[in-house]
């Protein structure tokens, strides 16, 4: 006599709206109580951890405003990685084209901003960052269109050779990025006039707003446009596009080229909010990287985006506050990040099949 | 007739005798948003039968086999094996059970070659693949149900006839017991229907039962031992014993009226020539697909090219659409060069296609019958669907689509009706005037009142003028519509004959490639 009841996996043949929304609910959830288990077991608090965290990262003025201004360049790695993702094409390179950005917000910044008032600068500065983006990504972009060559290699192994440049830019004496006269290898800080003031004595950027906006505009893009269609068409079915005329070559790298920009301005971000400054920390932050967690948590939307970008930048910062407030290591924050990635995943099995017990019985003949 | 019915069965019929069936549905049901696809439907087939589906498009046929096989799960009922109730909760559950089934949109992966697509899914797989045994066991079941198939080649470069037969051979080969058959003649070539119909013998007599889908009357006549009607996802009628009917009988079941599906020839005098095609050769991989191929198309008149799927018929529509360049020869579209200009610039001289293959060709799935209408027209920076609505609801209400409405997504379509929106959008003008129609199998699929619909429309199209070139692997269409027939083998044509004086048996020879004559 078999088991009188099995668990079966439905696939199913429609997934409720109200599950795609939810998945990505409980995922966070999920992600926090695993992490509750995970600080009880190791002897914290799980309580005043996540208290603490909240408080730190959402509930303080002065947690929210240095949470929305690190969402900043999150929400713009988001976009970046998403916008190549929704074409089944694959940009996990943000992190180098970040640093691309700035570089070249940096180089803007310290050789036109002398020269050029603040109105002009600000936005050239975002303009020079976006654009040397999209010329890191130029040839992982040209290989995939013409060659099919897979971005996925190209794009990371570019990420490392920028993290080189950036420190090559930094470390070299003489460099003219480099800041004179002082012992420690560190960037040159851009003029003032390539420097936006934060709001009051917050961290927190105007260009955050400019990024909100880029987001909606993405999205309206995709729904609305000639350019969405065509993506979408390419993304489904590249032979129904080819029978309709539509360039998936061309196509291809536009979004390449704008997911690369779209990085590249969030490194620009930096350089005319917090850092000011070519800065090689930023290669242990992996901001870049974190937009892809952002991208696949909203599921590429990109209003949603906007969304997982501030949560996320909340876990980090509610982490790092836990560090210097309690004895709780920061990693805290971090493994929160990839608990919810996880669940995430892992949530998609819920909004691709129906899961339920079913009783086991012989038909009375 | 005596023993057709028309009454709703109160349960699965069953044939005699205590034996459980090998596979039966209990009053299932199945719903989608907006539609009862199923509605207590109870079915059930006994080992060694052939039990035949039948509908209109949208009946729900599909989505039945669906639950027989384990892709889709019924919402109430229950589906039993050999009298014992099985929970198929994913097509590789139903195949533990012995239940395969060809689908009417083929499943198989583009990149992978027929031998591995037949192994996909195999369990028992050694971890590193030996291909050479794969390859000869893949064409061994293939040779002994006669259905001979390259191991080797790959998927894409296939035509849909082709593809048809590696879902029909990895069935096989998975050891199905019992094989859905979803439209599996919509693609074959008379002689290929009786190769596959030996097969279907062969195999009832060895115990597996066949559930066999279709919309051609003649073949269902020919092979079922049974039938059940379904209509708005309910039964309607049952006819059982073999040759217990006649077709005109099956299209009254199905449709409520009689069909027909007369010859219909070009009633003027043909004009100016639309389509010249002079010495096109074409070149694939080494392969000559097409060679040497020279033919005119005038306003008004419409050629049919007949011929096995394989000889180049695809490539030959591609080519016209600008989709392929030729190797060699030119093409024009009503007097202006249309030879290797891509398809925007074809479509611009006034070029409408209907591809052969429509879910992912012709089609985009994901997106829905308003987007897939305008993929083939001019959109404006600012996608315009608002005004393109209107326009979609009337083409729904005058092509009868089974939908929701114009958001409909073109992967929940049923079979005929996804091809009633290709239809729709091409036969309704696109960028400019149609003047030149190329149509590949333009009623495959279809029920045979949209049959007659489509059959109209395409002649309604000719009297305006059009010119219009049918492609099709059924003769029949192509003997009954087309003024003038070629016949495609190997590349070239290999016959040519005015459509009124054609003999059946003559271009069937050629289709064959048993002569090589032109005649007329
Ligand atoms: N996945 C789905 N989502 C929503 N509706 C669906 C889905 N699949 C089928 N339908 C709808 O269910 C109904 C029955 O579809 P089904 O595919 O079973 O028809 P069918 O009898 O096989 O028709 P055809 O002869 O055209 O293939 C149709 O109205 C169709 O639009
Ligand atoms: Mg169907």
Known sequence: ?365 | MSNTSHEVASGPYHSGGAAPSALSAHSVSKRFPGVLANDSVDFDIQPGEVHTLLGENGAGKSTLAAMLCGLYQPDSGYIARNGQRVVLSSPRAGLQHGIAMVHQHFRLVDRFTVAENVILGSRNLSFVLDRRSINERVSEVAESYGLPIDPTATVGDLSVGQRQRVEIVKALYQGAEILLLDEPTAVLVPAEVEKLFENVHAMTQAGKSIVFISHKLGEVVEISDRVTVLRGGKVTGHVSGRGATDTKDLARLMVGRDINLGTQRASHPTGHEVLQIRDVSLNVNGVNVLSNISFNVHEGEMVGIAGVAGNGQKELADTIAGLLSPTSGSISIGGATATDRGPIHARELGLAYVPEDRLGMGLVPSMSILDNLLLTRDRHIVVDRASVRPEATRLIEQFEIKANGPDHLARKLSGGNAQKVLLARELSGGRTATKLLVVCSPTRGLDVGAIETVRRLLDDARSAGQAILLISEDLDEIMSLADRILVLYRGSIAHETPGETAQIATVGAAMAGLTTGVNG
């Open chain 1, 1 to 365: 006599m078999p088991a009188p009841f099995r668990i079966v996996f439905e696939q199913r043949a429609e997934t409720p709206k109200y599950l795609s929304a939810l998945v990505p609910l409980i995922s966070v959830l999920a992600a926090l109580v695993a992490g509750a288990l995970f600080l009880t077991a190791t002897g914290y608090s799980a309580t005043d951890t996540y208290k603490n965290m909240l408080d730190d990262g959402f509930l303080t003025y002065r947690g929210i405003t240095e949470t929305l201004g690190l969402s900043t360049v999150l929400i713009c790695t988001g976009i970046a990685a998403a916008f190549s993702f929704q074409m089944n094409l694959y940009n996990i390179g943000g992190e180098g084209q970040l640093y691309l950005g700035m570089i070249g917000g940096a180089w803007a910044g310290l050789a036109l901003g002398p020269h050029l008032p603040s109105f002009v600068m600000i936005p050239l500065v975002l303009i020079i960052g976006s654009f040397a983006g999209a010329v890191w990504i130029f040839v992982p972009a040209f290989v995939r269109a013409r060659l099919g060559t897979s971005e996925i290699v190209t794009t990371l192994l570019l990420t490392y050779v920028a993290s080189s440049l950036l420190k090559h830019f930094i470390n070299t004496p003489d460099s003219f990025f480099r800041a004179k006269n002082v012992a420690f290898p560190q960037g040159r800080n851009v003029a003032d006039s390539a420097a936006l003031s934060p709001i009051g004595d917050t961290r927190l950027y105007p260009t955050f707003f400019v990024v909100v906006a880029l987001a909606l505009f993405l999205y309206w893009l995709v729904k609305k446009t000639e350019f969405g269609y065509r993506i979408q068409v390419i993304a489904d079915s590249p032979r129904a596009a080819h029978y309709a005329g539509v360039s998936a070559n061309r196509t291809t790298m536009s979004v390449m080229l704008l997911s690369g920009a779209l990085a590249g301005l969030g490194g620009a971000t930096l350089i005319v909010g917090p850092f000011a400054r070519l800065d090689q920390g930023i290669t242990l932050l992996g901001y870049g990287y974190a937009g892809i967690v952002v991208a696949a948590l909203a599921r590429n939307n990109f209003a949603g985006i906007i969304v997982s970008g501030i949560l996320f930048a909340g876990l980090r910062v509610g982490g790092e506050k836990l560090q210097i407030s309690t004895d709780t290591p920061k990693h805290i924050g971090v493994m929160m990040q990839g608990a919810i990635l996880l669940f995430a995943l892992g949530g998609e099995a819920f909004r691709r099949y129906k899961i339920r017990a079913v009783r086991m019985k012989a038909v009375a003949q």
